[in-house]
């Protein structure tokens, strides 16, 4: 412990608290509806000039705390599973896996940098920003929530990854020279801030629902739970929608074995399309699926990119085996779709997302017609992660996918507010 203490010191921790904190500031200003581009530009550049700046043991502090702000939540799901006493360890875990990571980028960026003969601490720079412009590439265990640059999803400068570059080179010019000048090239960078009113068209209604995880899975709330449903559907056709879409597994069972409830929802399609969650049975291999109802046709899509842990098991079969053993009750994983799936209703396209993957990079490729997404309707399932930040996270990684490639995003959930973002 003596050893640890002195490698850390107060000055390294703080450090590191202090960048990490305004690494993460634009998530909690959003959180708490106090959006300012200006201030999320300012923390952003001040945490990269910090961390930039910064000796190898900083860079470990930062990671780890930037994994405690970012992803503290990710434990929660244990809370469910009546098991409290993980979610220490799990966030434990995080901060260490980031640190590491950190950490190794700092170790290589200096190690490479002292093997150049004409060795300055601006070439060390250099390895380090190069390092964080690669780092969104880096994703533990299929995870890829983290992005630096996503800092600037609300803010004067773009998210891309040229603009991001820019930035960089910039930063890294303005210590290495100790001169602002450097950060003149930010200003063909800047970007106002449009405000795009939020609105649904008026034929659309996408549905919140507000059921909580013990009562979702249990048997004896499913009547109850799908009379809401229907209920919500009959109002929408009564308001003249023409499109109703409910969130994640509102279906918490295997719809396509219940004829009862595929057959009202086809009789309801009559009058008004549907877009469902639930889950699909096909043969003994379950998939997390939408479900498409138009004029009593059915169409099943299924979910392509799983939730890591949550959904399958990253790891080899052995491990994989012992830890839905010991924390899901022998639970079987889903399997992933092979084929990402765009359907169409009302002459209108949309490319299918269920929670997760809507925030993976896979989804917004090309499709069959050559051509990204231009509508995207996802499904979520917030239950297992509030209250928290989670909600915050994922609404800002769907805008910054929304910025990157245009597509519009109508996203239905669970146990917080459901949103467009045009």
């Given at each position: ?365 090309k499709g069959k017609n050559g051509k990204r997404p231009e509508n995207m309707i996802v499904l979520s399932n917030n239950g297992w992660f509030t209250p928290s930040i989670e909600p ?31």
């Amino acid at each position: 412990m003596s050893k640890i203490s002195q490698y850390f010191s107060t000055f390294v921790l703080i450090r590191g608290f202090f960048i990490a904190l305004l690494s993460s500031a634009f998530i909690y200003l959003h959180a708490f509806a106090l959006v300012s581009p200006a201030l999320n530009t300012l923390t952003a550049l001040l945490a990269l000039a910090l961390l930039l700046k910064s000796n190898r043991k900083v860079w470990f502090t930062s990671g780890a705390f930037i994994a405690l702000f970012w992803f503290w939540w990710i434990g929660l799901s244990f809370i469910h599973y009546k098991m409290p006493w993980v979610i220490p360890f799990v966030i434990l875990m995080l901060m260490g896996l980031y640190g590491i990571l950190f950490l190794g980028i700092a170790w290589l960026s200096e190690t490479l940098a002292k093997q150049i003969p004409t060795h300055t601490i601006l070439i060390q720079y250099g390895f380090k920003a190069l390092g964080l412009l690669l780092l969104s590439t880096i994703h533990p265990f299929s995870f890829d929530w983290y992005k630096p640059e996503l800092m600037f999803v609300q803010s004067y400068i773009p998210i891309d990854k040229f603009s991001f570059f820019i930035v960089l080179l910039s930063v890294v010019f303005t210590l290495g020279r100790n001169s602002f000048f450097y950060l003149l090239p930010l200003i063909f960078l800047f970007t106002p801030v449009q405000k795009t009113a939020h609105t649904l068209p008026s034929t659309m209604q996408l549905v919140s629902t507000h059921t909580k995880v013990e009562e979702k899975w249990n048997p004896q709330f499913h009547a109850q739970q799908f009379s809401t449903i229907f209920q919500a559907i009959d109002l929408a056709i009564k308001e003249k929608k023409t499109l109703i879409v409910f969130p994640e597994s509102v279906f918490p069972l295997f719809l396509n074995r219940s004829h009862h409830l595929l057959e009202k929802l086809q009789a309801k399609s009559k009058e008004i399309s549907i877009v469902v969650g639930g889950l699909y049975l096909e043969g003994n291999i379950p998939h997390n699926s939408t479900y498409i109802f138009e004029n009593t046709h059915m169409q099943i899509a299924s979910k392509v990119i799983l939730v890591p842990f949550g959904e399958a098991n990253p790891l080899p079969d052995f491990l994989s085996q012992w830890v839905n053993r010991t924390f899901y009750d022998n639970a079987v994983d889903y399997q992933a779709s092979k084929e990402i799936v765009d359907y169409t209703i009302d002459g209108t396209t949309y490319r299918n997302a269920i929670c997760f993957e809507a925030t993976s990079e896979r989804l917004y490729e090309k499709g069959k017609n050559g051509k990204r997404p231009e509508n995207m309707i996802v499904l979520s399932n917030n239950g297992w992660f509030t209250p928290s930040i989670e909600p915050t996270l994922q609404k800002l990684l769907l805008l910054y996918y929304h910025k990157k490639y245009g597509t519009t995003i109508y996203h239905a959930v669970n146990m917080s507010k459901s949103y467009v973002i045009p």
